[in-house]
């Protein structure tokens, strides 16, 4: 079942200065996320994965009362899918024939793309209707996989910061940014218009 039509038309914009604020007070709180609740795994998860969509929300230009019912789904729903995307990650390197690190790296590398994929999709949904659907959902992707790539390939990480996680979240955010940027000067439209 979908989200109200009323809703998403009200649900158009982010104020994308006061989201990037917001990201980088939570980036500097993933280390102490992690030490507290690092050791349940899955808890671990879906607090990195609703803790970016709570700074989405919060950045939601015009909020209404009666949105943010929809916005705490919101939150809850990308906490889950943080979940879903290891698991989907981790089935994936285990029905395909590698092992030790190459199975690691498909599992995380997997498990990004499906998250950056099925969250783009959730973000477009519920904040960012005016967005190409396929834009969002090959943009996202894209960025967030070259930089797990990166982060696993050079080993990547700081004792200040969570970095795999802060950067997936630069790299999501970033994207998403640029496609709503790019969308709000006409280039989609004017794209469109162009073709035969």
Not at 2 to 28: D, E
Not at 57 to 77: C, H, Q, Y
Not at 103 to 131: D, E, H, N
């Amino acid at each position: 079942m979908g989200l109200p039509t009323a809703s998403l038309a009200l649900m158009h914009s982010i104020n994308w200065l006061r989201h990037f604020l917001l990201l980088l007070i939570a980036i500097v709180f993933l280390r102490p996320v992690e030490k507290y609740f690092g050791n349940t795994f899955p808890l671990f998860l879906f607090l990195t994965g609703a803790i970016h969509a709570f700074t989405l929300a919060m950045a939601k230009t015009g909020r209404t009362n009666s949105d943010f019912p929809i916005l705490i789904l919101f939150v809850l729903g990308a906490g889950l899918l943080n979940n879903l995307s290891v698991i989907v990650g981790m089935g994936l390197s285990i029905l395909l024939p590698y092992s030790g690190a190459n199975s690691l790296y498909l599992a995380m590398l997997s498990a990004s793309a499906f998250g950056a994929l099925t969250y783009g999709w959730l973000v477009r949904k519920v904040l960012l209707p005016q967005i190409p659907l396929g834009l969002m959902l090959v943009a996202a992707p894209i960025l967030c996989v070259l930089v797990t790539f990166v982060v696993l390939h050079f080993h990547l990480n700081s004792p200040l910061v969570h970095l795999p996680t802060a950067l997936w979240w630069i790299a999501f955010s970033f994207s998403t940014f640029a496609l709503w940027y790019l969308n709000r000067r006409g280039r989609f439209q004017r794209s469109a218009k162009s073709k035969p």
